[in-house]
């Protein structure tokens, strides 16, 4: 009979999973970058712009978000 072990199991994580953090990261802030630029085009009071600002400011923080799981997955490869 397999020997049973208690309590949690570690995460598993496979290392493919990685490059795909970084990659989605690098869009999210390249599409803010393009936003950036538009709302360079923009007056200041314009209605476009108050918008664009808040979709900038979201995908920045889901660029942030991002990075931060890479890194955190990433404490869990095996050392090389």
Avoid: C, H, K
Avoid at 26 to 35: K, S
Avoid at 65 to 74: G, I
């Amino acid at each position: 009979m397999p020997e049973e072990r208690e309590g949690p199991r570690p995460p598993t994580v496979v290392a493919t999973t990685l490059p795909f953090f970084a990659r989605d990261a690098a869009i999210v802030d390249e599409t803010a970058g393009a936003m950036d630029q538009r709302l360079g085009q923009l007056n200041d009071d314009s209605a476009e712009r108050a918008l664009l600002e808040l979709m900038t400011s979201g995908i920045r923080e889901l660029a942030r978000r991002l990075e931060q799981t890479e890194v955190a997955l990433s404490a869990y490869l095996p050392a090389p």
